[in-house]
């Protein structure tokens, strides 16, 4: 059944998406409990605005890869019923809102901060050269993909002019690796015969490659996290040692969806498993009241 325009229009702006510019508020929950920075709470909504900027630009790009891809998504089993694969939005006008949401996204970062705007633009470069052909080369696609969640973790502080961790941005790579590789062998395994078809590079990815690429980052992620939370330097810019008390739901989460990607053949959609399932909302959730409590009650 065809759906109303505006519902297809809404569908390839791809709002679930949007998720993924929360990291861009990472730099203001941090140096909000950090006593060498001067962040305040009023000074959310500056970082608010930023999040907000990446959404108009990453579904400008989610776009320009849909009018790219419309020949490989119309032969894959979901996509083929994205707006612009089933024919229900049309190129012209796709590229239309594209060209508008890029150029209203970074002249808006450019009143809000201008080093915003230049990581905006190294963003949109970099994912204009994933869609067109750095999508085709396997693991140097993994790296592009990481390296745009990095850009909105170091957006999210040149907005609000702080300094992030080191430790922070490695931490966001690493993650992000972690999810696009478990995304990766989902297509690989439960796609199977389709794979390459679906996806350019498949064919240069095996399963048992996917599956040790995935031991490493995740367990290089887990002891990232935790070197950051009880480094020295940390335990003195937040004033306690006690941010190590979220390590656990750090590891539970990888756990619970390392679980989902291997038993339950999930993994496809990140964005859909964080908003949808239960348990890892419920470890996000105590994972951010701990860090709430530990910079809140450092001193009590």
Same mark, same amino acid.
């Given at each position: 059944?065809?759906?109303?325009?505006? +519902?297809?229009?809404?569908?390839?702006?791809?709002?679930?998406?949007?998720?993924? $510019?929360?990291? %861009?508020?990472?730099?203001?929950? =941090?140096?909000?409990?950090?006593?060498? #920075?001067?962040?305040?709470?009023?000074?959310?909504?500056?970082?608010?605005?930023?999040? %907000?900027?990446?959404?108009? +630009?990453?579904?400008?790009?989610?776009?320009? $890869?849909?009018?790219?891809?419309?020949?490989?998504?119309?032969?894959?089993?979901?996509?083929?019923?994205?707006?612009? &694969?089933?024919?229900?939005?049309?190129? /012209?006008?796709?590229?239309?809102? &594209?060209?508008?949401?890029?150029? &209203?996204?970074?002249? #808006?970062?450019?009143?809000?901060?201008?080093?915003?705007?230049? !990581?905006?633009?190294?963003?949109?470069?970099?994912?204009?050269?994933?869609?067109?052909?750095?999508?085709?080369?396997?693991?140097?696609?993994?790296? !592009?993909?990481?390296?745009? =969640?990095?850009?909105?973790?170091?957006?999210?502080?040149?907005?609000?002019? +702080?300094?992030?961790?080191?430790?922070?941005?490695?931490?966001?790579?690493?993650? &992000?690796?972690?999810? @696009?590789?478990?995304?990766?062998?989902?297509?690989?395994?439960?796609? @199977?015969?389709?794979?390459?078809?679906?996806?350019? $590079?498949?064919? #240069?990815?095996?399963?048992?490659?996917?599956?040790?690429?995935?031991?490493?980052?995740?367990?290089?992620?887990?002891?990232?996290?935790?070197?950051?939370?009880?480094?020295?330097?940390?335990?003195?810019?937040?004033?306690?040692?006690?941010?190590?008390?979220?390590?656990?739901?750090?590891? =539970?989460?990888?756990?619970?969806?390392?679980?989902? +990607?291997?038993?339950?053949?999930?993994?496809?959609? /990140?964005?859909?498993?964080?908003?949808?399932?239960? /348990?890892?909302?419920?470890?996000? @959730?105590?994972?951010?009241?701990?860090?709430?409590?530990?910079?809140?009650?450092? $001193?009590?």
């Amino acid at each position: 059944m065809k759906r109303p325009w505006a +519902v297809s229009l809404i569908v390839a702006l791809r709002p679930t998406q949007w998720t993924k $510019n929360a990291v %861009v508020l990472a730099a203001w929950i =941090f140096a909000l409990g950090d006593r060498t #920075q001067q962040v305040s709470l009023s000074s959310f909504w500056t970082a608010l605005q930023a999040a %907000v900027l990446f959404c108009l +630009v990453s579904s400008a790009i989610y776009l320009i $890869n849909d009018i790219r891809d419309v020949p490989w998504d119309r032969m894959h089993p979901k996509k083929q019923k994205r707006p612009i &694969a089933a024919g229900e939005l049309s190129i /012209p006008a796709a590229s239309s809102l &594209a060209g508008l949401l890029l150029i &209203a996204g970074l002249g #808006q970062a450019w009143l809000v901060a201008p080093a915003l705007c230049g !990581v905006l633009a190294v963003y949109v470069a970099l994912q204009l050269g994933y869609c067109f052909f750095l999508k085709k080369i396997a693991l140097i696609d993994l790296f !592009v993909i990481a390296s745009g =969640f990095v850009l909105r973790a170091l957006a999210g502080a040149l907005a609000l002019q +702080v300094t992030i961790s080191p430790w922070l941005l490695l931490c966001t790579l690493l993650l &992000a690796l972690f999810l @696009a590789l478990c995304k990766r062998r989902h297509e690989k395994v439960v796609l @199977a015969d389709t794979a390459a078809e679906t996806r350019q $590079n498949m064919g #240069q990815y095996s399963e048992k490659l996917l599956d040790q690429l995935i031991v490493i980052v995740s367990s290089t992620t887990v002891m990232s996290y935790s070197l950051y939370t009880l480094w020295p330097d940390t335990i003195a810019k937040f004033g306690t040692p006690l941010l190590g008390l979220t390590i656990p739901f750090v590891i =539970f989460g990888l756990f619970r969806y390392l679980d989902l +990607v291997y038993r339950h053949e999930q993994g496809d959609r /990140p964005e859909r498993i964080l908003l949808t399932d239960g /348990p890892l909302l419920i470890d996000l @959730a105590l994972y951010g009241l701990t860090v709430v409590f530990v910079l809140l009650f450092k $001193n009590g």
